[in-house]
């Protein structure tokens, strides 16, 4: 049962937490050398909104019943 908490709380809190990263991952300031590439940038966003997309759905059906 707790697995399964679990598995809702990261749907829930995984695509912030993405965001946040993809944001700093742009700032030399924050990552020195390691910026990521535009297409690595952009895949990470491609997979935010998969990931955001599949929370809103969860959300939708636990709503829904």
Known sequence: QMLFYT???????APPL?????LMARY????GVHISSRWISALGWIITLVMAGSAVLFLVNVVRG
């Open 18 to 22: 993405m965001v946040m990263i993809l």
């Open 28 to 31: 030399k300031d924050i990552v």
């Open 7 to 13: 598995a809702i709380l990261n749907v829930l809190l």
